[in-house]
């Protein structure tokens, strides 16, 4: 069986590592959008023509399963693409939201993101949707840098950390979901300097979510990583998540003809 | 007189500023195409094509002269904007490099911009052309998203730059080029942690070149500036720079039908 996983980038990498640990014969099919990254400031009717122009290209490898790695074709293209697409679509936001409401004990919930999705208020509703949780949102903007630059465990990265959870403690939160596919490779930092949190991790969700419906992938274990731009960066980022994968350079114009 | 700025977003707003500054009497219309910033991963086509949407939107203003406050656009469009409208046309690299090579003594210039920008070499390259100069170039991603945070006097901002201007200050530079249309904003940072380094501010060096050439800007003082997408953070940055001046939403349709 084989998997398709498509974001703006190359932070959903994070869920295509995830899933590839979880179901190492699981053929899996990557594709970030780079070259029209970031989903975030187009308009809705753009983010779902983008994300099914992504789909479609990745239904052409036979996949069996859709996960949009990505907040934003998350929170506008969802519905869209489940009710276009003869397969499961799974999105970033109700895995993590499912697995919050669970572990928090005080129903005090932090979300951290990026400024759009944040703004979408996509997790906030969802989880207010599902009873009587407080729920505690905090745009990150410096975080997706600072994971592209490589500073994982670096000192300013701490200070940064400090700087935008400071407000979200204060409130009392015992459950933060990390929003945003980048921020996993932070994890580790946020849970050092704040041990009494629970962190949710998207990507660790969505594998979770697979492994509870039973869903048995098997096949080759083919995995491949396609993006439409490159760039310097996406190097480094691909190699700290996904080792020697090769990123594959797809012409833009290959999914708009689709 | 008036004049036209546009931008992929609004860091060229520094730009505006200075020209306000210097001309207080002129009339001048900003353009940031914040729908589609950034500009830096498009393909040269593409910047040409929206550079061009963005000054025949200007032209409508009666603008007799044109700055592209982008250094994308810059390195990508000028020329073609110079072949193709009837008015005089400025890109922030060439007034930079130009101030660059007159203050060096040590013939050793550092060049900071984002990642497209010194990939494009376009201020390496105009550098080398006009004598025997050593350019060092470092890219910077993580100042715009600083700025835009309004971290302008930080700790952490502090810590970055060091980061960052480490090795350009071991090479021995003696001037550097701030080559991104956010980082005037951290000029007092930079120049405070080394108060020995010559700092030239492409904002300031383009009102120098149009008071060299001798212009003349009287007008009725109108300033206007428009954008192409709303966001929260664009407004912070914004008052930081020009106070009260509200932001017109102007619909990308408009921009894309001239």
Redo the contacts between chains.
Sequence with gaps: MSIGIFDSGIGGLTVFREISREFPEADIYYLGD??R?PYG???KNTIIRYSLECANYLLGFGIEALIIACNTASSYALETLQESLDIPVIGVVEPGVELAIRYTKNRKIGVIGT?ATV?SNSYKFSIEEKGDFQVFQKAC??FV??V??GMIDH??TE??IK?YLEDLVKEGIDTLILGCTHYPLLKESIQRIYPYLTIVDSSKAIALYFNNIGTEFKGRGEKKIFIT?E???FEKLKNMLVGNIPLEKLELSKLCSL
């Design positions: 780079t070259a990254v400031n187009k308009s400024q703004k903007p410096l840098p600072l592209e630059e000192k300013i200070m940064v700087e731009d760039s310097h960066s």
